[in-house]
T-cell receptor, first 117, second 109 residues
């Protein structure tokens, strides 16, 4: 139990639709990062938020966007869904100091399984 | 570009045996992470290695880091069935974090 909760756990969307995934960070953690994990592969870094501002981004197009709220909960939004967006989306929280990755332990949520048909 | 390679990708071993998983990465980094993932589950942090020569142990698992060789190892001692899972290493370089493809470990009685 990491204290990071994600919703929904599973969802199915149609190509071209939009989706919002939600994450509640572990208490006291000010940094949240999101990852995409395709079946049978390692996670890929999407972006990270520190104190409500995006402070780093992986190799994902702009249709992947996010928000972090004052209570440090977070959303991942994906527009114009494509079939290849089908994956497990993982949220992770940590206690950071503004540097993108600082060597602190990162705690992952259980993930949201997205299927695009 | 930061690349992370793990080997082997699949590992089947008998209970009681020892084995090592290797993680090589392509560019300078002083931070390496090991995670465990059970089927259909999220990632569990095992170790964070922050400097050259770092060694950490937890139960039957021991991880080490050689930043000069850009190599980390995860050593399994006297494997038990409960260690069956997929193990990922990951490396960060300030602005990016890259994961290896994972090593799927099966421990057989």
């Amino acid at each position: 139990e990491t204290g990071v909760t994600q919703s929904p756990t599973h969802l199915i969307k149609t190509r071209g639709q939009q989706v919002t995934l939600r994450c509640s960070s572990q208490s006291g953690h000010n940094t949240v990062s999101w990852y995409q994990q395709a079946l049978g592969q390692g996670p890929q870094f999407i972006f990270q938020y520190y104190r409500e501002e995006e402070n780093g981004r992986g190799n994902f197009p702009p249709r992947f966007s996010g928000l972090q709220f004052p209570n440090y909960s977070s959303e991942l939004n994906v527009n114009a869904l494509e079939l290849d967006d089908s994956a497990l989306y993982l949220c992770a929280s940590s206690l950071g100091a503004g540097v993108l990755f600082s060597g602190n332990t990162i705690y992952f949520g259980e993930g949201s399984w997205l299927t695009v048909v | 570009e930061l690349k992370v390679e793990q080997n082997p990708l699949f590992l089947s071993m008998q209970e009681g045996k020892n084995y090592t998983i290797y993680c090589n990465y392509s560019t300078t980094s002083d931070r390496l992470y090991w995670y465990r993932q059970d089927p259909g589950k999220s990632l569990e942090s095992l170790f964070v290695l922050l400097s050259n020569g770092a060694v950490k142990q937890e139960g039957r698992l021991m991880a080490s880091l050689d930043t000069k060789a850009r190599l980390s190892t995860l050593h399994i001692t006297a494997a038990v069935h409960d260690l069956s899972a997929t193990y990922f290493c990951a490396v960060d370089r300030l602005d990016d974090m890259r994961f290896g493809a994972g090593t799927r470990l099966t421990v057989k009685p």
